[in-house]
């Protein structure tokens, strides 16, 4: 399973490297039109649900491929019970619904941005003080500090990222 298509940049190649028969490759994401796009461009089958409900069986994926989406769970919030959720909530969500599909010995790839990182790169690119974002964002995008946002280390922290694998015993 892909979590979250987006443009199909990881997905593309993960369908070049491991499509063969017997491996069905899987792309989810809440936004149609992604959806269908990648479906019909990789001849793949396509999902579209919310990356903590997800519309397969327990017991039934053995690897998925969670790729630069825990950071937009995180910030635009899932729905749980018609409630909207954000932040760490959200990615344990997340992270409960992707154990609930894992088989017994799958695993979870995961490319996480920071909270910092995000920031960083949004104020750079909008010119949106740290304040000013802190007061309009969810509070999971208010763990920074001030040092972050110096022009310094807002140039190193872009590219912050945590990669990890995952595997459900």
Known sequence: VELGVGGGESLKELVRSVKRDGV??????????????MADLLGIEGVVASANRL?????????????????????????????????LE???????????VLLPGGIVACTIRTAAAWICEHCASSGTTRA???RSQ??????????????????RRRATTSSLVLSRP
């Open 24 to 37: 069905k490759i899987v792309g989810v994401d809440v936004i149609p039109s992604l959806v269908k796009t």
């Open 55 to 87: 519309p397969l069986a327990n017991n039934s994926v053995s690897a998925i491929n969670a790729s630069a989406i825990l950071h937009e769970v995180s910030s635009y919030g899932v729905d749980t019970k018609g409630q909207q959720i954000y932040g």
């Open 90 to 100: 959200a990615i344990r969500d997340t992270l409960r619904e992707l154990k609930r």
């Open 132 to 134: 000013n974002l802190m």
């Open 138 to 155: 969810s509070p999971s995008t208010a763990m920074t500090s001030e040092r972050d946002t110096s022009p310094v280390n807002r140039r």
